[in-house]
Structures are given as structure tokens and as C-alpha cells.
């Protein structure tokens, strides 16, 4: 069982990253699927959260209406569409994934699985 995020990257201010989170030997059907971040310094955050099945969603409000979780309807992954983004958006982008699709148990920051991490910068 793996998760691996993708996708980040150097972007400006009001720019846009997409990044993926690509799950292996495990079905995203009845999963829920989390991103959180991790700025250097500060404690890890949650950032957006979905359950595959009932599509329900929960976001941070300091990205809601910018960030947009979604299942790659083609793919075992789901995405983050980052919009607009900010100096304050910098961190590590790490991926999780409860696997019986307890989405408020994710949204607290308790995963069965964790992805690796993928650097988002965002800077001029």
C-alpha cells in the first residue's frame, strides 16, 4: 500500500500548482483522501479532506474558495487544484488516506497511510 504525492514546485504569487496523490494496492472507492501541509517551523496543518463515495468535502479556511480537492475520475488519485496561491501556502503537501472512509477521523490528522511529500513554493 502507497500513497505518492506529485506536482509541486516553484509557482509565483496568484499562481496555480495541481498536485496529485496516486494510491497503490488499495482501492480509493469507499476511502476518504486528505492533503495537509507542513511549513518550515510550524506544526503540520490540514489543508482539504473528501469522502470518494458521497463526494462530501472539507476544506481549511484559509484556502477555501482557492483550493479544490477532487478524484481523477481515470485514476486511483486524487487531485489538489491550488489557485491563487500565496507566500503563506509554502510547505510540504503531504497526502493521507483512511482507508474505511472516516473522513472526520482524517480530518483530525489520523491516516492509515501517508504519502512521502511534495515542495510547494511559493515566491517571486
Known amino acids: 500500500v502507497q500513497l505518492q504525492a506529485s506536482g509541486g514546485g516553484l509557482v509565483q504569487p496568484g499562481g496555480s500548482l495541481r498536485l496529485s496523490c496516486a494510491a497503490s494496492?488499495?482501492?480509493?472507492?469507499?476511502?476518504?483522501i486528505g492533503w495537509f501541509r507542513q511549513a518550515p517551523g510550524k506544526e503540520r496543518e490540514r489543508v482539504a479532506a473528501m469522502h470518494i463515495r458521497d463526494g462530501a468535502t472539507y476544506y481549511a479556511d484559509s484556502v477555501l474558495g482557492r483550493f479544490t480537492i477532487s478524484r481523477e475520475s481515470t485514476k486511483n488519485t486524487v487531485a489538489l487544484q491550488m489557485n491563487r496561491l500565496k507566500p503563506e501556502d509554502t510547505a510540504v503537501y503531504y497526502c493521507a488516506a483512511d482507508r474505511r472512509g472516516f473522513l472526520l477521523r482524517l480530518w483530525a490528522g489520523t491516516g492509515d497511510y501517508w504519502g512521502q511529500g511534495t515542495l510547494v513554493t511559493v515566491s517571486s
Open positions: 494496492g488499495f482501492a480509493l472507492d469507499h476511502s476518504a
